[in-house]
């Protein structure tokens, strides 16, 4: 089994629906991230998040939820989807212990019509 | 805030020949790390190598090495020999001394011709 798996690995919904986007993990780090990648742009940070009790917004949160259900848990929604979310997303976990190796999970692709 | 830039989108290269990618970013943090990852086309993040800032010495992992110049606050990627399955995107990321996030180039993507 993946590290960090992310369900679903492909998306399509519709303009104002309500989407989630799941990412668990087995590394036991404390420390998950979100970002979004987007062509010429890279990857962008959206939301993370230290432990249970604690979330940041990152530079592009606007428009986006998360939820930190437990250390190995942590979902990301889009309340009213857009076409402008269009993209891949990945969630990411990092261990300060191992000079910050960060793992990704195997991104979620999501197209919003 | 730290920021990062990849200045060429696209290179190509033939097989086995060599091909340098450009990072440069922007920091005021004296200890950092600096990271290039390979995204082929299966889209996952692999991370190719990584430099702490207080090292002197340049990272090498098999093919791959970097050119790191901390005054110049440079980061370049030197791929020898390389291989068709070297076809990818590479983004060089930055993070600080507490490592609390990534911060990314836009990315360059790498074409190895046959």
């Known amino acids: 089994d993946a590290d960090v798996t992310q369900t679903p690995r492909n998306r399509i919904t519709k303009t104002g629906k309500r989407i989630m986007l799941e990412c668990s993990q087995t590394?036991?780090?404390?420390?998950m991230y979100w970002y979004r990648q987007d062509p010429g742009l890279g990857l962008r940070l959206i939301y993370y998040?230290?432990?249970?009790?604690?979330?940041n917004k990152g530079e592009i949160s606007d428009g986006y939820s998360v939820s930190r259900q437990a250390q190995a848990k942590f979902s990301l929604s889009l309340e009213s989807a857009i076409p402008n979310q269009t993209a891949l997303y990945f969630c990411?976990?990092?261990?300060?212990?191992?000079?910050?190796?960060?793992?990704f999970g195997s991104g979620t692709r999501l197209t919003v019509v | 805030a730290q920021t990062v830039t990849q200045s060429q989108p696209e290179m190509s290269v033939q097989e086995a020949e060599t091909v340098t990618l450009s990072c440069t970013y922007d920091?005021?943090?004296?200890?950092?790390?600096l990271f290039w990852y390979k995204q082929p086309p299966s889209r996952q993040m692999i991370l190719v190598i990584r430099?702490?800032?207080?090292?002197?010495q340049n990272a090498t992992e098999n093919r791959f090495s970097v050119n790191f110049q901390k005054a110049a606050k440079s980061f370049s990627l030197k791929i020898s020999d390389s291989q068709l399955g070297d076809t990818a995107m590479y983004f060089c990321?930055?993070?600080?001394?507490?490592?609390?996030?990534?911060?990314f180039g836009g990315g360059t993507r790498v074409l190895v011709k046959p």
């Open positions: 430099q702490e800032a207080y090292k002197q």
């Open positions: 998040s230290f432990d249970v009790k604690d979330i």
């Open positions: 920091t005021s943090e004296n200890n950092y790390y």
């Open positions: 990321a930055f993070t600080g001394a507490a490592g609390n996030k990534l911060t």
């Open positions: 590394k036991g780090h404390d420390r």
């Open positions: 990411a976990t990092s261990d300060p212990s191992s000079n910050y190796g960060y793992t």
